[in-house]
């Protein structure tokens, strides 16, 4: 059984659930996410 996770949304929870327990963490979590939905649209989201 395979269970497939689209990248963005689960990105996206995970960053905002960090923001509300961290919220000092907010300006590395935006980085972090814009750096990894740039590279998802640089690699298609086929990083293999």
């Given at each position: 059984m395979h269970i497939?996770?689209?990248a963005g949304p689960l990105a996206s929870l995970i960053a905002g659930?960090?923001?509300l327990a961290?919220?000092?963490?907010l300006n590395?979590?935006?980085a972090i996410y814009l750096?990894?939905?740039?590279?998802?649209?640089l690699f298609g989201g086929h990083l293999r």
């Open positions: 497939l996770v689209n659930i960090l923001i961290v919220p000092r963490l590395y979590i935006v750096i990894l939905i740039g590279l998802l649209g």
